[in-house]
Structure formats: C-alpha cells, structure tokens
C-alpha cells in the first residue's frame, strides 16, 4: 500500500522550453502532495504545498509563475517547469499523505531527474 | 523555525558491526518525527514514525527511539543492502502537514 508514481523518471529538455511532471497516488486518496527538490549531496528542499481542488502554497524564495503545480484530482498533482532554465536542473521528488484520519506519513514518489540543455 | 541536525553525515561501517545514527531537532511542538531510508537516484523510502518521547519502533535490523531533543536509528548488525543514506524529518504541531528534513547520514557497510 501507499505506492506513489511520478512521470517521467528522467528528461532532458532545451532552455527555454517547458517540463511536466506527473505525481500519482496509486492506491490511495491524497488530500495533500508535496514538492521538492533535490541537489546532489543535499537533502530534500520543500518547494510547494499541494492541496487537491486549491491553489498550492509555495515555500519562500520559490517562483509560483516558473514551477505552475495543479492539484486537479485526489490521486494527481502535477509540476510543470515553465522556460526551463540549466540552473533548474534537479531530482524533483513528490509525495503524498494518505486521507486516513491520523495518518501523517509522507509517501514519496521514486523522483524525476530533469536535465535543461 | 524547525530545525534538524543529523550526524555524523558519513558512516562506513563492517559487515555485522552495529552503531547509531543521530538526529537532533528543535520544534516548538513535535507533531512527529519521520526516518526514511533513501538509495541513490530514487525518492525517499518511509520507515518509522516516533510521536513522542520514550518511543521505539523496530524493523528487522533497525530500531528507532526518540527524547525530547533527540531520535537515535539504531542499526544492529548491518549488512550491505542496509547501505543507503538515512534521513530524519520532523513534523510541527499545529495542523499543517509539512516536515522539515536534515541532511542525511550516509551508510556504507562494507561486507
């Protein structure tokens, strides 16, 4: 149980261009999805909040109009990169907390590693 | 502002021999502490979560505990699949869902 997905694993695109990044929960209701981005060597940084059916809740210093997350459904919430930049190239990982009452836990999905040329 | 400080960040270890990762946090109120287990290239895998103080967990060769300043992830007799790089997270009280991460332990158990 508590499988989560994203799409695709790898991609590299040209600078300038625009890059969607899929999070699915596979066999549980998210009512809440994460965001975050990881550097070599570092640990996870938090970008973005994800609630289903509301505006996402950005972490300070991360740019709302470059990374656009949509939250369209209980299981889907998507990233999309727009102009892709060489300094935007990362691991994006998600994650997901189940809708069970009292369960906290993070759900992260196996991370997308985006490579702008 | 929450903060998590784990140490030490490297650790090499033999084959069956045990040790202890730490992880030391401030919060004004604990909702949780997190471990995860991360492999190169891959999302962080969820192992325990600690809610309060005198809390254990086990899982085969690991076993967590948690005070009120600190988390230790015991590892007894490791093998070589326990290599990977172990990360504590902790959650506030207070509704919101989000967690603040440290930097990671990275284990290396060499057969």
């Known amino acids: 149980g508590a499988v989560v997905s994203q799409h695709p694993s790898w991609v590299i695109c040209k600078s300038g261009t625009s890059v969607k990044i899929e999070c699915r929960s596979l066999?549980?209701?998210?009512?809440?999805m994460f965001w975050y981005r990881q550097f070599p060597k570092q640990s996870l940084m938090l970008m973005a909040t994800s609630n289903e059916g509301s505006k996402a809740t950005y972490e300070q210093g991360v740019e709302k109009d470059k990374f656009l997350i949509n939250h369209a459904s209980l299981t889907l919430s998507t990233l999309t990169v727009t102009s892709a930049h060489p300094e935007d190239s990362s691991f994006y990982i998600c994650?997901?907390?189940?809708?069970?009452?009292?369960?906290?836990?993070?759900?992260f999905g196996p991370g997308t590693r985006l490579t702008v040329t | 502002e929450d903060q998590v400080t784990q140490s030490p960040e490297a650790l090499r270890l033999q084959e069956g021999e045990s040790s202890s990762l730490n992880c030391s946090y401030t919060v004004s109120g604990l909702r949780g502490l997190f471990w995860y287990r991360q492999d190169p290239g891959k999302g962080p895998e969820f192992l325990f979560t600690?809610?309060?103080a005198g809390e254990e967990k086990e899982k085969e060769r690991l076993k967590a505990t948690l005070t009120k300043k600190e988390s230790f992830l015991h590892i007894t007799a490791p093998k070589p699949e326990d290599s990977a790089t172990y990360l504590c997270a902790v959650g506030e009280s207070g509704g919101y869902q989000k967690v603040t991460f440290g930097t990671g332990t990275k284990l290396q158990v060499i057969p």
């Open positions: 994650s997901a907390i189940s809708r069970l009452a009292g369960d906290y836990e993070q759900y």
């Open positions: 066999d549980f209701q998210a009512t809440t």
């Open positions: 600690l809610y309060s």
